[in-house]
């Protein structure tokens, strides 16, 4: 399955990709990882991305559909993947849907995360990931266990840090970028018939089920209106019913026009018709004598 997660920044976008990745075992691709560890590895791209992460800004389009572009070329996403991070605008989403049809596999749902304002902060303030697993964690809502059993660095102890742009001035700015170029891309998705919505608040386990409902209802074939009606209604029925609505359309606009002719009246029935009709004789006694002469006649057998 290819997945888009979007939402705005600490609506649990990372949290619930990483527990996709086990239950379909197909890779996350967080852009947001992605250009930390560019960050970390001290790279061309790391050092530009930087000081625009830092903002709470954008990195540009061409740089971030590179680097997808790459990412998904990748053998543990030829399954599929989850998008999480990207598209951010309109012409990343466009990007991705050209990227897609090149390679002859289309994205098959976008969930939205909504998630209030002041719970977003809230989020967002207690959050720490480990720098071995690059796990998630809260210290309000979810924090480690000690010791660690999940560590996949096999690491007894998470190593938390609290990411540079969750300061309470970067958090803004990136809410005001999130409303002002990625809201307007749900649009994009609505009108393409792949967007779902999730309530984001609540438990971990509560929101990963609505996500699987919502996964599951976007990989429900979809009938076409036309074929569901005509798989419905056999084509003898359809007929007679569409002969019916236009002889009632008819009628009622030559009503509307005022041409309605008044109905014609079923002439009386004549005596010598009446007669007609009684002196028809009838065929039954007829047809009960040709049948008994028909029967074969049987013998008493002599014993
Ligand atoms: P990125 O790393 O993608 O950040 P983001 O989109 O702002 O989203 P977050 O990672 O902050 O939130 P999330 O939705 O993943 O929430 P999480 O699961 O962590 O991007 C960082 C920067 O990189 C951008 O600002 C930009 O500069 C650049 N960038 C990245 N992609 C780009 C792109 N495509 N184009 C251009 N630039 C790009 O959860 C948050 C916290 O809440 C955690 O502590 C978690 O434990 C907790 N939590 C989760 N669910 C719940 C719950 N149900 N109840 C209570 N707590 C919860
Ligand atoms: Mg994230």
């Known amino acids: 399955m290819r997945i888009v997660l979007m939402g705005a920044p600490g609506s649990g ?19 947001g990882d992605i250009l930390r560890q560019h960050r970390k590895d001290g790279t061309e791209l790391g050092k530009r991305a930087d000081a625009i992460m830092a903002a709470g800004k954008l990195v540009d389009d061409a ?4 680097i997808i572009r790459d990412r998904v070329a990748q053998p543990d996403a030829q399954r599929g993947f989850i998008l999480d991070g990207f598209p951010r605008t309109q012409a990343q989403a466009e990007g991705l849907t050209a990227l897609m049809r090149d390679l002859g596999t289309p994205i098959d749902a976008v969930v939205l995360f909504e998630v209030g304002e002041e719970e977003l902060v809230r989020r967002i303030s207690g959050r720490r990931t480990c720098s071995l697993c690059n796990k998630v964690f809260n210290i ?8 660690a059993t999940d560590c996949v660095a096999g690491s007894s102890e998470h190593q938390l840090f609290q990411r540079k742009d969750d300061e309470e001035a970067t958090v803004k700015e990136r809410l005001r970028v999130y409303e002002a170029n990625t809201r307007p891309v749900l649009s994009y998705y609505s009108d393409a018939g792949l967007l779902r919505s999730v309530s984001a608040e609540g438990t971990l386990d ?13 990989a429900a074939p979809r009938a076409p ?12 029925v359809a007929r007679k019913a569409a002969g019916a609505r236009t002889a009632r359309v008819a009628k009622s606009r030559s009503r509307k026009a005022g041409t309605r002719k008044p109905a014609a009246r079923k002439p009386p029935r004549t005596q ?3 007669k007609a009709v009684r002196r028809r004789p009838s065929r039954k006694p007829a047809l009960r004598t040709a049948r008994r002469k028909a029967r074969p006649v049987r013998r008493k057998s002599k014993r």
């Open 13 to 31: 976008k990372g949290t619930q990709a990483q527990r996709l990745v086990s239950h379909f075992g197909i890779p996350q691709i967080s852009t």
């Open 63 to 66: 740089t971030m559909l590179d």
């Open 140 to 147: 309000y809502s979810a924090p480690p266990t000690v010791p």
């Open 206 to 218: 509560q929101i990963t089920q609505r996500l699987h409902a919502a996964l599951a209802a976007a």
């Open 225 to 236: 209106r036309k074929s569901r009606k005509s798989a419905r209604t056999p084509r003898r």
């Open 272 to 274: 010598a018709k009446a």
